[in-house]
């Protein structure tokens, strides 16, 4: 069993950076893959960024890529996203999933998901 807690989401203007972390209890937090999705209002959920259990693999979307770093300690029980020039379309409430199979992280289908935590971008 792997409960996530997301934090560090708020109101950013365009251009600005935040960090998103997600803090998991379990003790086999190092043996999941691990992802953010996000949600805008009226929209599907989408896939943003994946990270393999170890952290040597990494997965991004297409319109994050370049902007957004994820990462893990795995010493911490942390998975984080850090965002730079954020764009107002990234306003969404970003999830936090874990699963053993990485594929089903990025599909969107993680057995397990913290509740989220809103990011809104000014323009």
């Known amino acids: 069993q792997v409960q996530l807690v997301e934090s560090g989401g708020g109101l950013v203007q365009a251009g600005g950076s935040l960090r998103l972390s997600c803090d998991a209890s379990g003790r086999t937090f190092s043996s999941y893959a691990m992802g953010w999705l996000r949600q805008a209002p009226g929209k599907e959920r989408e896939f943003v960024a994946a990270i393999s259990w170890s952290g040597g693999s990494t997965n991004y979307a297409d319109s994050v890529k370049g902007r957004f770093t994820i990462s893990r300690d795995n010493a911490k029980n942390t998975l984080y996203l850090q965002m730079n020039n954020l764009k107002p379309e990234d306003t969404a409430v970003y999830y936090c999933?874990?699963?053993?199979?990485?594929?089903?992280?990025?599909?969107?289908?993680?057995?397990?998901w913290g509740q989220g935590t809103q990011v809104t971008v000014s323009s």
């Open positions: 999933a874990a699963d053993l199979s990485s594929l089903r992280v990025r599909s969107g289908a993680a057995g397990y």
